[in-house]
């Protein structure tokens, strides 16, 4: 048994555009990315549109099973730009202005020589209580409240406030993963690969096809969070191949002898 330390997080994705398509999310791989390097496991995506009763519904669901709650879209100047609403109902909370967003943005469209105008303004709204989580790239907050961190949808936004939010957070033991090339494809494996799985608990092994010119063959990967565990696992794997081959090569040396 290993000591282990899980800490587990979602992501609501928020936006009409991206249940559309007129957007492709580049948002849920980089948080991805960044999570796993700092040990804390992405368990559960959601993307939802601008309809705050289906933010509300998802944003309850997974802030009371998870340890951390990612969002992204929906904190703009725009009349659908809904996401501080909504959060503020998920918690019972008003929504209402937040006095430093405020001196912060209004300092900024000065400097810009830009009106701050009543749109504008609406980038200061966040539930009452809510932290700041600072945005370098344009000025306007995303903010956090309980374990819910909600940052803006724009990439560059959103990857800046991200850096900014890792640091702060309870972190677990990182998920170790060994990569291992099967010159065969899943219907050869699959037995054998059910088998390990179940010798080695302690890991997760998926396997993933490929095709390349008229051959299948397989991309096997090893996860856990212990060296050792992950290195027998990957161990038998690689027997598992080497088994098959020479099953193979019996097999072709007996249908060319006949």
């Not at 960044?34 to 959601?46: A, F, H, N, Q, Y």
């Not at 879209?73 to 909504?86: E, K, N, S, V």
């Not at 306007?140 to 406030?161: E, L």
């Not at 179940?198 to 010119?213: F, Q």
């Amino acid at each position: 048994m290993t000591n282990e330390t899980i800490v587990t997080a979602a992501m609501l994705a928020i936006g009409d555009e991206l249940l559309s398509g007129r957007t492709k999310d580049k948002n849920i791989g980089h948080l991805a990315d960044m999570l796993t390097l700092s040990g804390i496991d992405l368990k559960e995506v959601r993307i939802v549109g601008d309809e705050e009763n289906a933010i509300v519904e998802a944003l309850n669901a997974l802030r009371t099973k998870y340890d951390y709650i990612f969002t992204s879209g929906g904190i703009g100047p725009t009349h659908d730009d809904i996401t501080a609403d909504a959060v503020s109902a998920a918690f019972g909370v008003p929504c209402e202005y937040d006095a430093d967003a405020m001196n912060l943005l209004g300092e900024m469209y000065a400097r810009r020589g830009l009106e701050f105008t009543e749109a504008r303004k609406r980038m200061a709204r966040m539930p009452k209580g809510a932290r700041h989580i600072p945005n370098p790239v344009s000025t306007a907050p995303g903010f956090v409240i309980g374990n819910v961190h909600v940052m803006a949808g724009v990439p560059q936004v959103f990857q800046a406030m991200v850096d900014a939010v890792i640091p702060t957070l309870r972190t677990g033991t990182r998920v170790l993963s060994l990569g291992i090339s099967c010159p065969y494809g899943e219907g050869d494996i699959g037995t054998p690969l059910a088998a390990i799985q179940k010798a080695h608990p302690e890991t997760s092994i998926g396997s993933y096809p490929r095709y390349i010119g008229q051959a299948f063959s397989t991309e096997i990967v090893v996860r856990g969070r212990s060296q050792d565990a992950v290195d027998a696992a990957g161990d038998d794997v690689r027997a598992m191949i080497e088994s098959i081959r020479q099953s193979k090569e019996v097999a072709e040396n007996r249908s060319a002898e006949a």
